[in-house]
């Protein structure tokens, strides 16, 4: 089983910053994506930045410019700076896992899902 682990959300005003860590547990090899998605009272959950085990990045238009994702492979770990924070960034931002891993001795692509963090921004 892979495990993701979240940490940084919080509550800021707008225009603070804020950095959230997410640290995948288990047995991870390979090609993989991780990403951050955030949804928000009664909205669909939406991607928000994804980075592969290479380094190729994407963002939703939303968040360019704002907002940077960086991983560091050696630790399992996925990180995402979001500065210039806005009330309508404020959601419950949940990490995402997509790629090998072996779950119960079988190998094989597998996504996982984080608990999510709570991120409020207020105006």
């Known amino acids: 089983q892979v495990q993701l682990v979240e940490s940084g959300g919080g509550l800021v005003q707008a225009g603070g910053s804020l950095r959230l860590s997410c640290v995948a547990s288990g047995s991870i090899f390979g090609i993989n994506v991780m990403g951050w998605y955030r949804q928000a009272p009664g909205k669909q959950r939406e991607l928000v930045a994804r980075i592969t085990s290479g380094g190729s990045t994407n963002y939703a238009d939303s968040v360019k410019g704002r907002f940077t994702i960086s991983r560091d492979n050696a630790k399992n770990t996925v990180y995402l700076q979001m500065n210039s924070l806005k009330p309508e960034d404020t959601a419950a931002y949940y990490c995402?896992?997509?790629?090998?891993?072996?779950?119960?001795?079988?190998?094989?692509?597998?996504?996982?899902w984080g608990q999510g963090t709570q991120v409020t921004v207020s105006s």
């Open positions: 995402n896992f997509h790629g090998s891993a072996v779950v119960g001795g079988v190998g094989g692509i597998y996504e996982f």
